[in-house]
């Protein structure tokens, strides 16, 4: 019988079969005669250094072979390989690893970042919540939100609490928005399954038993309540117990039936039309208040610049009084020294003609001059003004005549 030959090229490998189904390996770059056999070639699985194979071998032992790698899927020893990604995980999440040694399984917190590669015998917790539904935002579905990458920063989550009843049997929908962080992971993973729907359950709680001790009225009256952390010691005790702490609870709101919700707006829409009304009055009174400060600003204004006018006017008018009054000083003082000049050269004069007729009588009286007769003669006759009689009678003949 003629023997055929077959070609395994370098990077590949094949398996080789006879008639009684025996299997060789061939590994490439080889030429192999084939005799009654059957050629097959592998599969090549690559893994990059983001990658790693899961290999699963014909003995039932498997293994994860962390990239970059490559490996033949020889089925003469392996079952199956298989290419899968690591797991990233950045620095606000967590993965809960699990692992098999003997009869005892332990667990582990894988913190990010990093780039994780399970061992064949580990495998990851799956995390099984209530999730959000998107169309309805405050309902939770049960088993929607499946997950295995933990989150670890602080987060929110938006509840309506249904079929809350007020004492006077008042149906409402309240909505809240609850603020969380995972304290304790370790505590979260032995004490629930689902914290989501322990925080349901107890906020529902909390606000069935405030809303059960009061009128809808009361209830309107006393919503700021419901931001007060210590309005809700069931979810506070709850969290804490299963490792989480409740940062703070913020009231969004709430909806009652549809004929309560009309009367409710009449009423709302009655008392802000009133209180529009009130403000527009204060605001108008305000204005008014405003307008007359104004003009009690601007009239008293008005009369400090009249008064600071009348002050500057009265300034200039005894200003100009002062320049008048030195003016006529300075006048009267020029005077006066020009009178005194004047009398002072007079007396100057006078003097002088004192001294002179001195002088002439003093050489008069040297050279034997009789100065008595000089004197008397040189003085004009007298002639008297007036005649005074005194005596009984008259006479001009026998009378003296007395001169005045």
């Not at 049960?142 to 602080?154: E, Y």
């Amino acid at each position: 019988m003629p023997i055929f030959s077959a070609v395994v090229s370098d990077g590949q490998q094949a398996l080789a079969f006879n008639r009684g189904g025996r299997g060789r390996l061939v590994v490439g770059p080889r030429r192999t005669g084939v005799f009654r056999e059957q050629l097959e070639y592998l599969n090549r699985r690559v893994a990059s250094q983001y990658q790693y194979l899961a290999v699963k071998y014909r003995d039932g032992k498997k293994e994860h072979i962390p990239g970059p790698q490559e490996m033949f899927e020889n089925r003469l020893v392996v079952e199956s390989i298989q290419v899968k990604n690591a797991i990233a995980l950045d620095a606000n999440h967590v993965l809960i690893v699990y692992k098999q040694n003997g009869q005892e399984i332990t667990r582990r917190v894988v913190r990010g970042p990093t780039l994780f590669i399970p061992d064949a015998q580990e495998w990851i917790h799956d995390f099984d919540w209530h999730g959000c539904d998107l169309s309805n935002l405050g309902r939770w579905i049960p088993h929607a939100h499946k997950f295995t990458k933990l989150s670890n920063v602080p987060s929110q989550i938006y509840l309506n609490v249904r079929d809350v009843r007020t004492n006077d049997d008042t149906l409402l929908l309240v909505k809240l928005m609850v603020f969380y962080e995972l304290s304790d992971i370790e505590t979260m993973l032995n004490y629930t399954h689902d914290p989501i729907a322990d925080f349901i359950n107890a906020v529902s709680s909390d606000i069935i038993a405030i809303a059960s001790q009061m009128s809808y009225e009361e209830f309107l009256q006393q919503t700021h309540q419901l931001n007060q952390l210590a309005s809700y010691p069931q979810l506070t005790s709850r969290a804490d117990r299963i490792g989480f702490k409740i940062k703070k609870v913020f009231y969004r709101g709430y909806q009652a039936s549809s004929a309560l919700q009309a009367t409710h707006d009449e009423a709302v829409e009655k008392r802000t039309k009133l209180k529009l009304y009130r403000e527009e009055e204060e605001q108008q009174q305000h204005l008014q208040e405003f307008k007359l400060k104004r003009e009690k600003k601007r009239t008293k204004l008005k009369q400090e610049m009249e008064r600071k006018i009348q002050e500057h006017t009265q300034e200039l008018e005894r200003l100009k009084q002062d320049t008048v009054i030195v003016k006529e000083k300075l006048i009267h003082e020029a005077s006066l020294k020009k009178s005194v000049a004047e009398v002072e050269a007079k007396l100057e004069v006078e003097k002088a003609q004192h001294l002179q007729r001195k002088h002439f009588l003093s050489r008069l009286e040297s050279l034997g001059v009789d100065m008595t007769k000089y004197l008397v003669g040189i003085q004009p006759e007298f002639v008297p003004e007036k005649e005074i009689v005194v005596g009984p009678a008259f006479n001009t003949a026998t009378t003296p005549l007395i001169p005045v």
